[in-house]
């Protein structure tokens, strides 16, 4: 059975590998600034009535807003834009501007919540210490660098944080569904367990929180206590709403979780919490890469499948590991990791699958994984990803030996099967880690 499922993969492998190059096409990036009118370091006569911006791809209009910088420092909150020509270039109105160097900046939503912005700059009247930009509508060093430029929320560093709690916490709660439902009951309530709950019962709602305030902070230049006047403003756009809708997830997912502390759960329990937490992960799934590069129609459905694979597989071991190992004699222990087995098995399938599926969506081929910034983490992911398998087919070769009815041999096997395991978890945690790299990762 394994040699034939072992074929089976090399073969959807060997698919894949012919496929990627047959596909092969150069990744599209994320929206980019393409031009501005007046251009970068223009001189004109008369101050200009309206400011045109385009882009590579179609801009929200109610996600894009510009603001304009006089010479001296004041600065303008400019009138909601129009779509020009297309729909990829936006038309600011501007009020009649001073004479000097004026810096006019931009800022927009892309469909997958990152927030792109940008200036240009332009002399009304003679030519006196014009801002040189690089030509991408990022401005370089003037005075105008210094003047007026919002905060960030949160640097990346904090950014990576809380996404990675954020994909901690969907793992350890799709590992407990996977210990309470298949390997033994009550993992809930065991010694490990409650804390463990109640530490995911915060995260649940707290890392989508931060990150929709982050949004928010990003979008109308504020600090993150600055954000919180624009909580309402959240659902005006879909990366928003996606942020909004999973705090309010989470909430409920909290809720579920710290009532069946309270009291043995039902099947009905069961049911709820695994409803609203696929709800959580699609709403996951629906920001980031999933939803921005190609067929977004496969890239959703696919993200979400692949994360609850990740949480069966990798998140049941930890928690078989580090909850349920504790609490079993030897040979329930054994019995335990060989159902373990049974369920990650199917779960290293699919994310086999929706990962062969989404890195030719999001590259189209295997070229730019060596290129890109994207690609190069991407990659270092999938090399982790396969060290993780190849621990794992180990470990459950180990399983799958048969011992002679002899209680030491079982003990030093299941040891080094305990060990093992932790060992497949660690790994697991470096490629949380590249995971929660790969959402801000550039595809230029």
Known sequence: MRALLRSRLRTVALMTFGLSLVMAAPASAHNEFVSSSPAEGAVLAESPTEWLVTFTKEVPLDSASGEIIGPDGPITTLASPTHGASTSEIRFALPTTSLGVNTARWRLVSVDGHVISGRVSFTVGESSGTAN????????????????????????????????????????????????????????????????????????????????????????????FGALTHLTDAFDTTPGSMFAVRTMLGGVLAYQLLTVLQSK??????????????????????????????????????????????????????VLVFVVAPLLETRDLWRSFERYGQVAKIAVIALVITGIIQTLRLHGGIGTLFTQSHGQLLLLKIIVVAIMLRLGDLNRRRMTTKIKDNPNLMDKRLALVVRMGTLEVATGAVVLAITAALVTASFS
């Open 133 to 224: 930009l690089d030509g991408s509508g990022v401005l370089g060093n003037s005075i105008s660098n210094t003047v007026g430029d919002p905060p960030n929320p949160a640097p990346e560093p904090v950014r990576w944080g809380v996404r990675l709690i954020g994909y901690f916490s969907l793992l350890a709660l799709g590992g407990l569904l996977v210990a309470e439902l298949h390997l033994v009951e009550g993992v809930f309530g065991a010694l490990r367990g409650r804390p463990l709950i109640k530490i995911i019962a915060g995260f649940l709602v707290g890392a989508p929180l931060l990150q929709m305030l982050f949004f928010l902070g990003d979008v109308f230049g504020t600090s993150v």
């Open 265 to 318: 759960p039902t099947s009905r329990d069961h049911r709820l919490i695994v409803i609203t937490g696929v709800l959580y992960v699609l709403t996951q799934a629906y920001t980031g890469h999933s939803r921005s590069r190609s067929l977004p129609l496969i890239g959703i459905p696919a993200d979400t499948v692949h994360l609850i694979a990740a949480s069966v597989w990798l998140g049941g071991l930890a």
